[in-house]
Antibody
Framework: EVQLVESGGGLVQPGGSLRLSCAAS????????MSWVRQAPGKGLEWVAN????????YYVASVKGRFTISRDNAKNSLYLQMNSLRAEDTAVYYC???????WGQGTLVTVSS | QSVLTQPPSVSAAPGQKVTISCSGS????????VSWYQQLPGAAPKLLIY???QRPSGIPDRFSGSKSGTSATLGITGLQPGDEADYYC??????????FGSGTKVTVL
């Protein structure tokens, strides 16, 4: 059974940093592109970033370029999102998703507030 | 403002059909596949359609997808109360970014 489990969310002050993790199981993690998608409270979905199977290519939505870094550890079947210089508008539930979104985690809430 | 435009809401009675449109441009829908997702209240999104019109295993054939030019459409036939949810289209862009539509709330009357 494919499972994606996010962790690392929480309350952080503006300008702070947070690292999200996504533990994958039930499939060959190293064979798939992986993505982070977020959803602000009461709002729609927004794609944040994705990463190629071997980590050699990464892409970001314009609003997070230079602040967020997506990475992966195929030996640990894990996906990460390092978030720096956080802003109030980054407040959202962050989901990790496999490939075109055929599987999603349950999400982890990030709240940026003083 | 989303790159992909969807109607905010659609509604129909049980058993009826609804269609949800997703309008984009040549830099996204016009030259890339479209996916559709269902998000039930309080839940993570679920893939309904990929590659314009393909259904993952387990998705009933009441759900269908199509694409023409720079627009795509999701159809739901035999509407059921359990279909009340938010629906999102998504497509890649020539900038190698992905975009979701603005979302459409389906109400079963």
């Amino acid at each position: 059974e494919v499972q994606l489990v996010e962790s690392g969310g929480g309350l952080v002050q503006p300008g702070g940093s947070l690292r999200l993790s996504c533990a994958a199981s039930g499939f060959t993690f190293s064979s798939y592109w992986m993505s982070w998608v977020r959803q602000a409270p009461g709002k729609g979905l927004e794609w944040v970033a994705n990463i190629k199977q071997d980590g050699s290519e990464t892409y970001y939505v314009a609003s997070v370029k230079g602040r967020f870094t997506i990475s992966r550890d195929n030996a640990k079947n894990s996906l990460y999102l390092q978030m720096n210089s956080l802003r109030a508008e980054d407040t959202a539930v962050y989901y990790c998703a496999r490939d075109v979104g055929d599987y999603w985690g349950q999400g982890t809430l990030v709240t940026v507030s003083s | 403002q989303s790159v992909l435009t969807q109607p905010p809401s659609v509604s129909a009675a049980p058993g009826q059909k609804v269609t949800i449109s997703c309008s984009g441009s040549s830099s996204n829908i016009g030259n890339n596949y479209v996916s559709w997702y269902q998000q039930l209240p309080g839940a993570a999104p679920k893939l309904l359609i990929y590659e314009n019109n393909q259904r993952p295993s387990g998705i009933p054939d009441r759900f269908s997808g199509s694409k023409s030019g720079t627009s795509a459409t999701l159809g739901i036939t035999g509407l059921q109360p359990g279909d009340e949810a938010d629906y999102y289209c998504a497509s890649w862009d020539s900038s190698l970014s992905a975009f979701f539509g603005s979302g459409t709330k389906v109400t079963v009357l």
